[in-house]
């Protein structure tokens, strides 16, 4: 697919597979269409040519998606249960069903934040954060997550306990995963594949292991 913001296209004849399970790791220098493709894949950016193709429509239509930065107000008064429970998107009544509460609870267990629940959010590490933005991605059991950077904030031993969780996360509900990164160590840890993308407009895919020195210098 080709992906343009006007006449100049950002992302040319890019063809590539996501297999049901799979980690993939889309790696390349800063401005070469990373975040454009992750706007395709989300459907907020339709291609100028080409389809994306997803083999189930509900795939689609519930992408769990981490983005880059989030502009919260740290001083808004929102506990981290009412942050992750901001995605229940199918709520047709104006309260939480005992349902939904249990949703919410299984995904903050499962996202190890039992413990600040209740706290402001606000108030929460930076790496508790991450993994409240990761629970609220995760809330509605997408078939597909995506990550874009969300892990560059963080220190390396909170990257590494992120992407363990995203890694365990994933496994246990077959999910599909794609983490943008310039992080490759991280990459290289987790990820089953790589795509990289490059201002040539060139674009290589392959086992994550197989990725070589010379192209991971361009990351
Ligand atoms: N809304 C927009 N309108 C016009 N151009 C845009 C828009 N968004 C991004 N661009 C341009 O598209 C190019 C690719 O941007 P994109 O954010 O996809 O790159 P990236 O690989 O994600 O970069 P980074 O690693 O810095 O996040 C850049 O040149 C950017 O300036």
């Known amino acids: 697919?080709?992906?343009s913001?006007?006449?100049t296209n950002i992302i040319k004849d890019l063809n590539f597979n996501l297999a049901e399970g799979e980690f993939l790791a889309i790696i390349g220098e800063n401005g070469v269409g990373k975040t454009t493709l992750v706007r395709s894949l989300l459907g907020m950016l339709t291609p100028k040519a080409g389809t994306i193709k997803f083999t189930d429509h509900s795939i689609a239509k519930n992408i769990g998606y981490v983005p880059q930065s989030r502009n919260l107000d740290e001083e808004y008064p929102i506990t981290v249960k009412d942050f992750v429970s901001?995605?229940?998107r199918d709520s047709k009544l104006p309260w939480v069903t005992a349902n939904e509460k249990?949703?919410?609870?299984?995904?903050?267990?499962q996202t190890n934040l039992t413990k600040i629940?209740?706290?402001?959010?606000?108030?929460?590490?930076?790496?508790?954060?991450q993994r409240a933005y990761l629970a609220q991605a995760l809330l509605n059991s997408p078939k597909l997550l995506i990550l874009d950077e969300s892990t560059a904030s963080l220190d390396v031993e909170m990257k590494q306990e992120l992407l363990k969780l995203v890694a365990k996360v994933q496994q246990e509900?077959?999910?599909?995963?794609?983490?943008?990164?310039?992080?490759l160590p991280l990459a290289r840890n987790y990820a089953d594949n790589y795509l990289l993308m490059t201002k040539q407009q060139e674009y290589t895919m392959g086992p994550i292991a197989s990725?070589?020195?010379?192209e991971?210098?361009?990351?």
């Open 86 to 88: 901001l995605n229940l």
């Open 216 to 219: 991971s210098e361009k990351v």
């Open 211 to 214: 990725l070589n020195v010379s």
């Open 5 to 7: 913001y006007g006449p």
């Open 173 to 183: 509900n077959k999910m599909s995963a794609i983490f943008i990164t310039h992080d």
């Open 102 to 109: 249990a949703k919410v609870w299984s995904i903050i267990e």
């Open 1 to 3: 697919m080709t992906a």
């Open 117 to 129: 629940a209740d706290r402001p959010l606000g108030q929460a590490s930076g790496g508790e954060k």
